[in-house]
């Protein structure tokens, strides 16, 4: 399958509406006076600045592998590790979910079920989200802003894990919809379901979610430090907490609004809360850009990257399988 032609509409019009916004920001903070900020950069700061991503996703490739292991999934691992980079190509997605890309290429690659796979990749986002609510919540110390987000995102994730954690709501959606007779989709919905419930209990269980959120809180708070060190090259002042807060509000609220990436949301977000900080809007609108840069389409960039190497493996996997069958 060429998993290109799949992302090629939702890249181009994410990234259509992303220039558009960026045009948005310069005209309403001055172009002229952005531009003297950026010219003012001190671009030592530009390489730690491009790292603090690409640090999330090494940790977030060691809570994949451990959720790998405790499934019992054992791609091989080059493999393995360019169906882990494809998944940042669909950052873009609305809340994500667009990762599940990886479930279909663990599939063609050594045929794992996506009702077990799909687990995995859910259980990625909702301790993904514990972790920037735990940021959110430490960061709170410094910035009241987000008091409201903070319970809504914390009850949402609660009521997914209970959800799932347990066996009880399943069975009664199969008594009551997987019943002989019924629809034949819907049976095999729940049926699927049931089976993406069994793993998730696994995998949300304490232990594990322990594990898996100090491994979010810690990554994620890698791209916390990207607006504190944008500030700090142009010339600006933040607080790490302010930091830390600007990113976790922004993505947790580009990520409740399913918005492609939060488009829209979070750049608004980052650069009203910069203002309200007492930032001016000229410094407000440079440091959004670059962190939306570095949490955002850094991401997708390595993603496209990572998706072109699983297509050349598939390829050449395929090929093998073919020569080998042709042999026998």
């Not at 019009?13 to 001055?30: E, K, M, N, P, T």
């Not at 009521?159 to 989709?185: E, S, T, V, W």
């Not at 609220?253 to 918005?259: C, D, I, Q």
Request: charged share 15%; hydrophobic share 55%; aromatic share 12%.
């Amino acid at each position: 399958m060429d998993y290109f032609n799949k992302i090629k509409k939702p890249l181009l019009i994410g990234a259509l509406v992303s220039f558009a916004l960026i045009v948005a920001l310069l005209v309403f903070a001055d172009f002229k006076e952005v531009m003297l900020v950026y010219a003012r950069m001190d671009l030592r700061f530009l390489p730690l600045i491009l790292l603090l991503a690409p640090l999330n996703y090494l940790l977030r490739f060691v809570k994949w592998n451990y959720y790998l292991k405790i499934s019992h999934i054992s791609p091989q691992p080059r493999m393995n590790r360019y169906i882990f980079l494809s998944g940042l190509s669909m950052t873009i997605t609305p809340g994500k979910l667009g990762e599940l890309l990886k479930c279909y290429l663990l599939k063609e690659h050594m045929d794992a079920p996506v009702s077990k796979t799909s687990s995995i990749v859910i259980a990625e986002r909702v301790t993904d989200a514990l972790g920037m609510v735990l940021l959110l919540a430490c960061s709170l110390l410094a910035y009241p802003f987000g008091k409201t987000l903070l319970p809504v995102c914390a009850a949402l994730l609660l009521a997914f894990i209970l959800f799932f954690r347990f066996d009880q709501p399943i069975n009664y959606l199969q008594k009551k919809f997987a019943a002989p007779g019924n629809i034949k989709y819907l049976t095999k919905s729940i049926h699927f379901l049931a089976a993406f419930q069994q793993n998730s209990k696994v995998l949300l269980a304490p232990r594990c979610l322990l594990f898996a959120t100090t491994i979010s809180f810690i990554s994620w708070g890698f791209e916390g430090f990207i607006v504190y060190f944008a500030a700090m090259a142009l010339g600006g002042q933040i607080s790490v907490l302010g930091s830390v807060f600007v990113v976790s509000f922004s993505s947790l609220l580009g990520a409740v609004s399913f918005l492609p990436g939060g488009l829209g949301v979070a750049e608004g977000s980052i650069m009203t809360i910069l203002i309200l900080t007492g930032m001016s809007s000229e410094m407000a609108a440079a440091v959004t850009i670059i962190t939306r840069f570095s949490t955002l389409w850094l991401g997708v960039i390595i993603g496209v990257a990572g998706l072109a190497l699983v297509q050349r493996e598939l390829s050449r996997q395929k090929k093998v399988y073919q020569e080998k069958g042709s042999v026998d």
